[in-house]
């Protein structure tokens, strides 16, 4: 009757506790959401950034036009006059995925627009990616540590600041993708099941659709089942989760167009393909092992070995000829720079120009994990007690995450999931020794002598099972077995039966005194053990503090849309819609663009007007001869827009207001840039004694380049002052006209200035060229009234 009770009441916790792990997870979904839905009720429902314009636009585009015309859309409004091959180029899991979402509310009538649906596609993703982060972290250590885990992946900073209402790029979805395929790898490590090696190979296939940075997992599994291999670990299971990701996975990542025959041809997927040659190797030693006699096994070990390192040898060799053959080896530019951080600084300066790929600052950690860098070496100690096959994974994750984060800021993301599942761990373990001294140590809570009753019967229940176990695998070999060999057995194991219970006796009594001596063990002080609790509380406290504070100001405010507080209040600044606004309604349809690439995608997107580099930054040659123009004096710089057939030159500047991320700050990446493909611009000739300068002491090459005069035209005040609020310092040269270009249009707070190329004077002599000047000079003054007043007036 006792153990029938004790059945019911454990089925009765275990299924309320399913329950309450739900309801948890519904609420840690809510939580993910809703804090990042701060940029709405802030601001508006906006897209936020630079990319996220272009899969914007992209998704548009897909909804209307449907998914055949999206595989074979070329877009000639962008990279004037390539154009470029979006189909082939894009990673559609986002697009795909958004349209699908607008397709199934559409179908249901719920008629929202597709920008709002691209809005809230981050947000509703976070949430699905906690719930992904509980499956995985409870594989590898149980409940309490996944509804942590996913607890802390709702919240992270890191993880907020790209997936925020607006954010719509391509992490949105790829950080689900990410953290699934890891669970589902786990899950049929643990099981073995065939069932869960294909949806792993499926949801790899969906992360290849939706980031590059799929090549993380495809490099950190086999890194994974390397150390399983060389440890001892190997399994059949083992097989089971990495050969069907090999096979079907690469398959499967060679159907999306962007990647193609890079599933092969590349070198970030080579060591996969090596690592499933020693899979097999080695899989084929165990199964001879099985089968034949010790003698044999030494000669067939032989013989596989030796055909294995042909085999190995032979796929090296042609490997090496197709690395010989591509002068990076075969590794693209942003995976020698992970692998060499400086690579990009001496070859690439289009890669090292962009912020993201900068390596983080030692704040910045704190700011985007917060007290989790605290945390995460204890949830390393916790994976070693006990290792098994799904802890190392994530040993080997969070090690391998946190020195790609610290190569580049942009792949903290990929550290924040690591960094919350170890520190999940860490707090469980925690917590679970906390309480468990806490409850030992107050009688109103556990009786002593219920807890004594409770270890032995637990005891000699677990001895109960084993001998079970045991009776059951020596039936099934008695059986295979001869009968004579039974009889033998059964007589000469019928003589010692009282000694063998006297032995399972004296198990049961040390077993149930091993649990009451570990219990001692870990038991702590009553007063440390509340202590603790109250600490990890404290801690919670002050990590979900910042998280908010975070979302709520931090990462919420939209790039294309900048505020400031003040004494006066709030200043809102407008000036990039304004910009685009006006490109929208005062030129032609087929008007080309130029600006740095930074906002191509916006100005296609927002104005709809062809531009000639944006943000896809696919040619180099392309962004160089727009940054050799900027470099260059306004002649030269005239000539070169008008052979790419530009009517209007866009900058961005920040001198007026303060706006540090303005064109002058990225003007020596535009030196760089073009100074690598043309030799003439020289980065010495734009310095003074190595010092980057705007003032009086500006070389004159700097003082009589395009960028400098576009940016500070008519930027005097009246006192004849011009003084530049992010560079703190009064600018070199100030009284110049124009020669080339037209001003047609300047913000209202001075953040972006439009000019127009003036047309090519005609070769004419005489009273008809007076003429020409004299009507060019009254079409410019009547241009010049959309031009905005001296700031300083």
């Not at 916790?13 to 948890?24: D, Q």
């Not at 392309?622 to 900027?630: D, E, L, Q, R, W």
Request: hydrophobic fraction near 45%; glycine fraction near 6%; proline fraction near 4%.
């Amino acid at each position: 009757m006792a153990a029938s009770e004790d059945a019911k009441s454990s089925s009765l916790r275990f299924a309320f506790g399913n329950v309450l792990s739900v309801f948890i997870l519904l609420l840690i979904g809510v939580l993910a959401f809703s804090i990042r839905l701060f940029s709405v009720i802030k601001y508006e429902s906006v897209i936020h950034e630079f990319d996220p314009y272009f899969n914007y636009r992209v998704t548009q585009y897909l909804t209307k036009n449907g998914i055949y015309d999206f595989w074979n859309w070329f877009d000639d409004r962008t990279w004037y006059p390539l154009g470029r091959v979006i189909g082939g180029t894009v990673y559609p899991g986002l697009t795909l995925t958004a349209g699908t979402m607008w397709w199934i509310l559409n179908s249901l009538n719920i008629p929202l627009s597709v920008e709002t649906v691209c809005v809230f596609t981050a947000p509703v993703f976070s949430a699905i990616a906690a719930w992904a982060t509980f499956l995985l972290t409870k594989e590898v250590k149980g409940t309490g540590a996944g509804l942590t885990a996913a607890l802390l992946l709702g919240m992270v900073p890191s993880y907020i600041s790209r997936s925020v209402a607006g954010s719509y790029d391509n992490e949105a979805v790829a950080i689900f993708a990410l953290i699934f395929t890891f669970y589902l790898y786990i899950k049929t490590l643990n099981t073995g099941s065939l069932f869960y090696a294909t949806l792993n190979a499926l949801a790899y296939f969906y992360m290849v659709c939706s980031w590059g940075g799929y090549t993380f997992i495809i490099n950190l599994i086999p890194m994974h089942v390397l150390l399983c291999i060389v440890t001892g670990r190997y399994s059949s299971r083992l097989y089971i989760a990495y050969a069907p990701l090999v096979v079907l996975g690469t398959l499967l990542a060679a159907l999306v167009p962007v990647v193609g025959f890079n599933a092969v041809m590349t070198s970030e997927h080579f060591a996969s393909f090596l690592v499933f040659i020693i899979l097999h190797v080695v899989a084929l030693v165990h199964y001879i092992k099985g089968i034949l006699s010790p003698k044999m096994f030494k000669v067939a070990v032989t013989l596989v070995v030796s055909v294995g390192l042909v085999v190995c040898c032979a796929v090296i060799a042609v490997l090496v000829a197709l690395i010989a053959s591509s002068p990076t080896m075969g590794w693209s530019g942003r995976s020698l720079s992970l692998l060499d951080p400086t690579y990009a600084s001496k070859y690439i300066p289009i890669i090292a120009s962009v912020s993201e790929h900068q390596p983080p600052t030692w704040p910045s950690y704190f700011m985007d994990i917060n007290v989790l860098a605290f945390l995460v070496p204890a949830g390393i100690i916790a994976c070693f007690l006990p290792l098994s096959d799904a802890s190392s994974f994530v040993v080997l994750y969070i090690a391998t995450s946190v020195y790609f984060s610290g190569v580049m800021v942009r792949l903290m993301l990929v550290l924040a999931p690591a960094a919350c599942i170890t520190s999940g761990i860490a707090l469980s373990a925690a917590f679970e020794v906390f309480t468990r001294s806490i409850k030992f140590q107050l009688p109103e809570l556990s009786g002593s002598s219920q807890i004594d009753a409770g270890d032995t019967s637990s005891g000699t229940a677990v001895i109960q099972n084993e001998t079970t176990k045991i009776d059951k695998k020596e039936d099934s070999a008695k059986e295979r077995t001869s009968r004579k060999t039974e009889k033998r057995e059964d007589l000469s194991k019928e003589r010692p039966s009282k000694k063998h219970k006297k032995k399972e006796k004296e198990n049961v009594e040390k077993i149930s005194v091993k649990p009451q001596e570990e219990k001692r063990l870990l038991v702590l002080p009553l007063e440390t053990s509340v202590l603790g609790v109250f600490l990890l509380v404290l801690l919670g406290a002050f990590y979900v503090v910042h998280c908010v504070w975070a979302a709520a100001e931090a990462y919420s405010a939209p790039s294309i849309v900048l505020t400031s507080q003040s004494n006066d209040g709030l200043h809102v600044f407008d000036d990039f819609r304004e910009a685009y606004a006006w490109l929208s309604h005062n030129t032609e349809l087929d008007d080309k663009v130029a600006s740095w690439w930074d906002y191509g995608y916006q100005t296609t997107a927002m104005a709809n007007r062809t531009v000639i580099v944006d943000n896809n930054t696919w040619n180099n040659t392309h962004i160089a001869t727009v940054g050799t123009a900027m470099s260059s004096p306004e002649k030269a710089a005239w000539e070169i827009f008008n052979s790419l057939d530009v009517k209007y030159v866009l900058v961005v500047f920040g001198g007026l207001i303060g706006y540090p991320s303005d064109d002058i700050n990225k003007f020596l990446w535009m030196v760089r840039i073009g100074g690598g493909v043309f030799p003439h611009i020289k980065e010495p000739d734009y310095l003074r004694d190595g010092q980057y300068r705007i003032d009086s002491q500006a070389t004159p090459t700097m003082l009589n380049c395009l960028m400098y005069k576009l940016s500070y035209y008519r930027f005097v005040e009246t006192d004849g002052k011009a003084f530049d609020r992010v560079r703190r310092t009064e600018i070199g040269k100030k009284y110049f006209k124009l020669t080339h270009f037209d001003e047609v249009f300047t913000t209202h707070h001075w953040m972006v200035r439009i000019y127009k190329l003036k047309p090519q004077k005609n070769r004419i002599r005489g009273k008809t060229k007076k003429t020409k000047a004299k009507g060019s000079s009254t079409t410019s003054s009547k241009r010049s009234g959309s031009k905005r007043k001296n700031p300083w007036h």
